[in-house]
């Protein structure tokens, strides 16, 4: 007997479903926002040299500002203010003749920076001068978050397979928001970056822990549905961090105003029921009994309960019950299998480097970045809901090839138009966004096909790890504009291709038997059994580690 068995009798798609659901997405409305944070409150205002101390009392004090500026503050070949350097003294002759700039002593800033408060009141970048030579400092806040989370990801996968998803859960919602709401108080640039490590260490969990209960609990029919709609909360939660960054333009605020949900995820958490499949797995039927009726309650099938014995419970089948224990290390010990694990950790690199560098270049294009990151998580609809059609009507690998180099094609477009013509720029990256966005989402449900039932689960755990990776080098990428103003859009270009052409290596899964062991991979002999059901089953495992 199966798992799916019982949950056709107690309807597996129900009020109980619907309500873990909801109780999912309200604790994962902060895992975008967090994501994307960055964006904002490391944003760098408009800034110059504090000129005060070139005030000496005499002719500087009655000069205007905008005539203190010309004195002080050194043009660049654009005619824009040097925003890191000044004169070493006032050059009156400038008043006269401003362009006479030749042979001028400058020194870098001596007395900090001034900051344009008309769109941040605070910023990282404000409270700790995190610009010019520190500008480095103010990417790598970026990264050393996402790198919490891609260490974050592997242990609460690891923890939520012993101790259980619900209590695992809880543990994520508690320390992701105490860490959170921590580094808003940060006192120095030092403290905020542990915090913000430790943050997305633990704020990963939840996101591993909700989608693989919401997804355990459902019948096959509906777990594809499930999925998109656990990637559309990603959606959903980018779109509101719009309008939150908008109206709340202290970074400290920020940080608080998004992490706030986890207050009223932790208050509904009391309703979340353990996974039952898990308790099954580990021998705790009498619980996995109580729950299970619970379900035939709400669901209002209590016609079913009396099927629901501890000797039915017994018998059912698990495929999580293995022979052996499997490791990281089965991943590389055979031939196909190390090149399988090559194949898609360097896609999942790739996909993750690409849509992550355009996520984060919300800054780049000249226009309103409020707007922007509103249309770069809004074009992720159209996006997710293609590739929902597309998966079965043309496949996974012509999906995952097809929207890499057409993100690709738009990062190469953005390389030869004008810098003026931001508009255009603006429309062709969210173009692009959405075609890294539907490669994200497709390669989730494809990767996990690809591997064996024995080491699915530590595959993603894999592949997870190596997105993560390519998110924690995007932000580094962006700073390659000091060595070329086009560099980033290059490197980035590069990546899609790469990543598509790895793609195309990759076999596809459409209507193929998933592979159940080590030995199926070394001679793939897929049966003509339907890949559905078994896809489906897994697609718990890594529906985790999303594009959003």
């Known amino acids: 007997m199966k798992f799916e068995n019982i949950l056709a009798d107690i309807n597996g798609f129900g009020r109980f479903q619907v309500m873990i659901i909801v109780i999912s997405f309200i604790g994962r409305f902060t895992m975008p926002c967090h994501f994307m944070l960055n964006n904002f409150i490391a944003a760098v205002p408009s800034h110059h040299c504090d000129i005060s101390s070139l005030d000496d009392g005499g002719v500087f004090r009655n000069l205007s500002e905008a005539e203190r500026f010309v004195v002080s503050i050194p043009v660049q070949q654009d005619g824009t203010p040097n925003s890191c350097q000044m004169f070493a003294e006032p050059q009156y002759h400038l008043l006269l003749n401003s362009s006479n700039i030749t042979n001028l002593h400058t020194v870098p800033c001596q007395n900090g920076w001034v900051y344009d408060n008309s769109t941040f009141k605070s910023t990282l970048t404000s409270q700790w001068d995190l610009v010019c030579d520190r500008r480095g400092k103010n990417k790598a806040t970026a990264t050393i978050f996402f ?12 923890l939520s397979d012993r101790y259980g998803r619900r209590i695992m859960l809880l543990v994520s919602y508690v ?54 709609i656990d990637s559309l909360s990603w959606t959903f939660g980018n779109t509101a961090f719009a309008a939150i960054a908008y109206f709340v333009t202290d970074w400290r605020w920020l940080i608080v105003s998004v992490t706030s949900p986890l207050t009223l995820a932790i208050i509904t958490w009391r309703w979340m029921p353990e996974s039952a499949r898990w308790l099954i797995a580990n021998g705790k039927l009498e619980e996995a009994q109580v729950y299970l009726k619970k379900c035939a309650k709400m669901n209002r099938t209590e016609e079913s309960v009396h099927t629901l014995k501890i000797e039915t419970l017994s018998s059912i089948i698990v495929t999580e019950k293995r022979d052996r224990a499997y490791s990281y290390l089965d991943l590389i010990r055979t ?60 496949g996974r690998r012509c999906t995952e090839v097809g929207a890499l180099l057409l993100a690709a094609v738009c990062l190469g477009i953005n390389v030869v138009v004008p810098k003026d013509m931001s508009v255009v720029r603006t429309v062709v990256a969210v173009i692009g966004k959405g075609f890294s966005s539907a490669s994200f989402a497709t390669v989730v449900l494809y990767s996990s096909e690809l591997y064996p039932t024995v080491v699915r689960q530590n595959g993603m755990g894999y592949n997870s790890f190596m997105a993560r990776l390519g998110v924690a080098v995007a932000p580094l990428i962006l700073l390659l504009d000091e060595v070329w103003k086009d560099l980033p859009q290059i490197v980035l270009c590069s990546a899609a291709v790469l990543g598509g052409i790895v793609a195309r290596t990759l076999s596809e899964t459409r209507n193929r038997c998933l592979p159940e062991t080590i030995e199926d991979i070394e001679q793939w002999q897929p049966t003509l059994e339907s890949v559905s059901i078994h896809s489906s089953s897994y697609f718990k495992r890594v529906r985790i580690f999303w594009a959003g």
């Open 175 to 228: 320390s992701g928001m105490l860490f959170a709401v921590a580094s808003a108080f940060s006192t120095s640039y030092v403290m905020f970056a542990v915090l913000r490590f430790f943050t997305g260490f633990c704020i990963t969990g939840i996101v591993i822990v909700s989608t693989v209960l919401s997804v355990e609990w459902v019948d096959i029919e509906h777990r594809k549905l499930v999925g998109v």
């Open 335 to 394: 031939p196909k299998m190390r090149k399988l694990a090559l194949c898609t950790g360097s896609l999942w690199f790739c996909v993750a480097t690409t849509f992550y560098g355009i996520s984060f270049n919300i800054t780049g294009f000249g226009l309103n970045i409020y707007l922007t990151q509103f249309t770069y998580a809004l074009i992720e609809l159209p996006a997710k809901l293609s590739v929902y059609y597309l998966l079965d009507k043309i």
């Open 147 to 158: 790198v919490g989370v891609m260490f974050g990801a592997m242990t609460f996968g690891s």
